[in-house]
């Protein structure tokens, strides 16, 4: 990069900077031949050296070693004895006449380089600020489209599950009530028909349920109705909603004896273990055994719901947090497990998943501290994935803990 770029660009006019640099060190000479003999030779010296370094940094690098070698020149014929005569007498004036002129030059050529690093420095900084504008616009631009495209996938998820999740219930009830309205049934049948539409009703007034709690999760909402309660409540609550979901699959309990009572809302945490519950039971085969397990890490209370189904893989435990997500082709919302994180997040905790016992199966875990959490927090996109490779992550129930085997038939 050429210097005169740096420089004020005098183009085509550089008779100019010498001409100025002429006139800038003519005047203090004027002045200074008129009061030398009230000043010492060292001070006009000083002085002398000021109008080389204002050339230095405003004409640049060639104008200043004119000046130098002009104010050296002008020093030996106005200042150094005798005056008005370039012939120098004592030795110790070719002393002074020299170190005067070799510091003119040096501090001309310096002030001039320093000078052109400054200009240097300026440009630099101005293009660094140009390239971090547009930077910041490129990364405001990209997280826009970012946006976007994750909006329209939630748009898509939304209105799939819509179409399927509210359109099937509605066929069904409207079918039930065309057949009672239109044909002669018997009342068995009718019966059954009335049982079809109150069941699709339930599964229309669950799907609407958990859209509204979804939202209210994630605009943070939830007021935690929050107390100390017993770990072993909250799961017996679970176990007896989940009843009729888990027949047929035996059911162990594993709770650590002596566990202190975390401070949650129970309702919320219960609806967490429930979720859990339906998704073993969905999921896994006929038969297979279920286990809910309870016990204390530090200071936390740690939840597992184990089953032994065909499992997640690993690069899809973090997607089934998101809503709308479905792992499998079961028949569900795609909200349940978006819901329960929203739910264990809000009171200061957090849910993953691991392999199940014996890497079968699936481990879905959550704790919560047993601190109170104040804050509620809303439903965010990040999900700790696979934290078992963390050294904080709880494991499974230890076989050392008591256990109690309840059947589903005790729920029923």
Not at 34 to 50: G, H
Not at 176 to 188: D, F, G, K, L, Y
């Amino acid at each position: 990069m050429a210097y005169n770029e740096l420089v004020i660009s005098w183009s085509g006019r550089w008779p100019i900077r010498y001409l100025i640099a002429t006139i800038v060190v003519a005047l203090p000479i004027a002045v200074l031949e008129k009061v030398r003999p009230e000043l010492t030779q060292t001070s006009i010296a000083l002085i002398l050296v000021l109008p080389v370094i204002l050339i230095a940094v405003t004409q640049g690098r060639g104008p200043a070693l004119y000046a130098s070698i002009l104010v050296g020149l002008s020093f030996n014929f106005f200042f150094i004895g005798p005056y008005y005569s370039f012939r120098i007498t004592r030795p110790e004036d070719v002393v002074a006449f020299v170190v005067f002129v070799t510091t003119a030059v040096l501090v001309g050529q310096l002030s001039s380089r320093l000078e052109k690093r400054v200009l240097l420095t300026e440009k630099q900084s101005k293009e660094l600020v140009h390239v971090r504008g547009e930077f910041e616009r490129a990364a405001a631009q990209a997280a826009e489209a970012d946006a976007l495209r994750k909006s329209e996938q939630l748009k898509t998820a939304l209105l799939d599950a819509v179409t399927h999740d509210l359109r099937t219930p509605l066929t069904s009830i409207k079918a039930a009530i065309s057949t009672i309205r239109a044909e002669s049934v018997s009342p068995e049948v009718q019966r059954e028909l009335f049982e079809v539409i109150e069941e699709e009703s339930d599964r229309l007034n669950h799907f609407i349920q958990g859209m509204m709690d979804l939202a209210k999760l994630q605009a943070g909402e939830v007021t935690l109705a929050s107390r100390n309660v017993a770990p072993e409540e909250m799961v017996e609550d679970a176990l007896l909603r989940a009843g009729p979901l888990l027949e047929g699959h035996p059911v162990e309990v594993a709770i650590a004896s002596g566990l202190p009572s975390p401070k949650v809302d129970p309702r919320l945490i219960s609806q967490v273990i429930f979720t859990l519950l339906e998704n073993a039971a969905k999921y896994s085969g006929p038969s297979t055994k279920i286990t809910v397990s309870v016990r204390q890490k530090d200071n936390n209370i740690c939840f597992a719901v184990d089953d032994e189904g065909p499992g997640i893989p690993s690069e899809l435990r973090g997607k089934v947090f998101d809503k709308f997500f479905r792992a499998g082709l079961q028949p569900g919302l795609g909200m349940g497990l978006a819901i329960a994180r929203g739910i264990v997040q809000a009171h200061g905790g957090k849910i993953w998943i691991e392999d199940g016992p014996e890497r079968r199966g699936t481990s879905v875990q959550f704790m919560v501290p047993l601190s109170d959490t104040p804050a509620t927090q809303t439903l965010k996109n990040e999900v700790p994935q696979n934290d078992v490779s963390q050294g904080d992550a709880p494991r499974s129930v230890d076989a050392a803990i008591p256990s109690r085997v309840i059947t589903s038939d005790e729920h029923s």
